[in-house]
């Protein structure tokens, strides 16, 4: 069974940094793409970073580039989310999610998912 679960979130002030983690189990990380989506209340759940199979599999939002560093750690079965400069507007709840092989910017696209954690950046 796949199960994801995030943690990590929390309130911090604009330009600092914050990590987040995504502990997976019921599956290989060498096999599936798992990605990290982003919501605000009343907005469409946004693609944040997906890191996935195959030789170009790590890919980010166009708001988040050069900013937020995606990785894996496999002996831990776990995804970061390395997120630095962070600003107000990335303040949302923090998702990751998993698909087999491939990544993809649609959450649609996803079979499973974690329960969220909440980021907050203050200004």
């Known amino acids: 069974e796949v199960q994801l679960q995030a943690s990590g979130g929390g309130v911090v002030q604009a330009g600092g940094s914050l990590r987040l983690s995504c502990a997976g189990s019921?599956?290989?990380?060498?096999?599936?793409?798992i990605a990290w989506f982003r919501q605000v209340q009343g907005k469409e759940r946004e693609g944040v970073a997906c890191?996935?199979?195959?030789?170009?599999?790590?890919k980010y939002g166009d708001s988040v580039k050069g900013r937020f560093i995606i990785s894996s750690d496999s002996a831990k079965n776990t995804v970061y989310l390395q997120m630095n400069s962070l600003k107000p507007e990335d303040t949302a709840l923090y998702y990751c999610?998993?698909?087999?092989?491939?990544?993809?910017?649609?959450?649609?696209?996803?079979?499973?998912w974690g329960q969220g954690t909440l980021v907050t950046v203050s200004s």
């Open positions: 999610a998993t698909r087999l092989w491939r990544s993809s910017p649609n959450p649609g696209d996803y079979d499973s």
């Open positions: 890191i996935g199979s195959g030789v170009d599999r790590l």
């Open positions: 019921g599956f290989s990380f060498d096999d599936y793409a």
